[in-house]
């Protein structure tokens, strides 16, 4: 097993104090904004703008994909030295 040094411990402890804060803000703007009612208007722009992330998301994670996969990454850094598989 793999042991946790004292650097990596204040990393996750910082980490998950993070997210404890993020979750206690996200729960307070929530209730804060909780009579607030959206028009039509806002469904299309929250609509839109959820399509248009995903489909962003999604053409970057393929272009990175498919320039794995076709060695453009490679030429990039030439000094890096490519590592067999190891034989069995």
Same mark, same amino acid.
């Given at each position: 097993?793999?042991?946790?040094? =004292?650097?990596? *411990?204040?990393? *996750?402890?910082?980490?998950?104090? =993070?997210?404890? =804060? @993020?979750?206690? &803000?996200? @729960?307070?703007? &929530? #209730?804060?904004?909780? +009579?607030?009612?959206? +028009? !039509?208007?806002? &469904?299309?722009? $929250?609509? $839109?703008?959820?399509?248009?992330?995903? =489909?962003?998301?999604?053409?970057?994670?393929?272009?990175?994909?498919?320039?794995?996969?076709?060695?453009?990454? #490679?030429?990039? +850094?030439?000094?890096? !030295?490519?590592?067999?598989?190891?034989?069995?």
């Amino acid at each position: 097993m793999l042991r946790l040094g =004292l650097g990596q *411990i204040a990393i *996750i402890a910082a980490l998950v104090a =993070l997210l404890i =804060l @993020t979750g206690i &803000w996200a @729960t307070m703007v &929530w #209730n804060a904004s909780g +009579d607030v009612v959206m +028009d !039509k208007h806002g &469904w299309i722009a $929250l609509g $839109l703008g959820t399509f248009f992330s995903l =489909l962003i998301g999604c053409g970057l994670m393929a272009l990175m994909f498919f320039s794995s996969r076709s060695g453009h990454d #490679n030429a990039a +850094d030439p000094s890096r !030295k490519r590592r067999e598989p190891p034989t069995e």
